[in-house]
Nanobody, 115 residues
Framework: QVQLVESGGGLVQAGGSLRLSCAASGIIVSINEVGWYRQAPGKQRELVATSTSWGRTNYADSVRGRFTISRDNIGNMLYLQMNSLKPEDTATYYC?????????WGQGTQVTVSS
């Protein structure tokens, strides 16, 4: 059974930093494409960052240069380092693992950035 559990969200002032973590079980993050997505109230879920199994990363234009996706293959963890946070980054953040045309999702962690 695949389980993804996010943590690390919270309330931060604009310009601050947070690091989100995603603990994976039942699936190996090192050999699959992984990613972070977010959904703000009243908006559709959107891509934040993805990373292929061979290390190619992709970022949304709105976060490029501020956010960094990484993974710990030994610990089977996924991370999102978020710097220079802006109020428009406020959303629920979800980790994702894509395997065999199927997407697995965590329950989400809330990030709120105050101005």
């Amino acid at each position: 059974q695949v389980q993804l559990v996010e943590s690390g969200g919270g309330l931060v002032q604009a310009g601050g930093s947070l690091r989100l973590s995603c603990a994976a079980s039942g699936i190996i993050v090192s050999i699959n494409e992984v990613g972070w997505y977010r959904q703000a109230p009243g908006k559709q879920r959107e891509l934040v960052a993805t990373s292929t199994s061979w290390g190619r990363t992709n970022y949304a234009d709105s976060v490029r240069g501020r956010f960094t996706i990484s993974r710990d293959n030994i610990g089977n963890m996924l991370y999102l380092q978020m710097n220079s946070l802006k109020p428009e980054d406020t959303a629920t953040y979800y980790c994702n693992v894509h395997r065999d045309l199927h997407d697995y999702w965590g329950q989400g962690t809330q990030v709120t950035v105050s101005s």
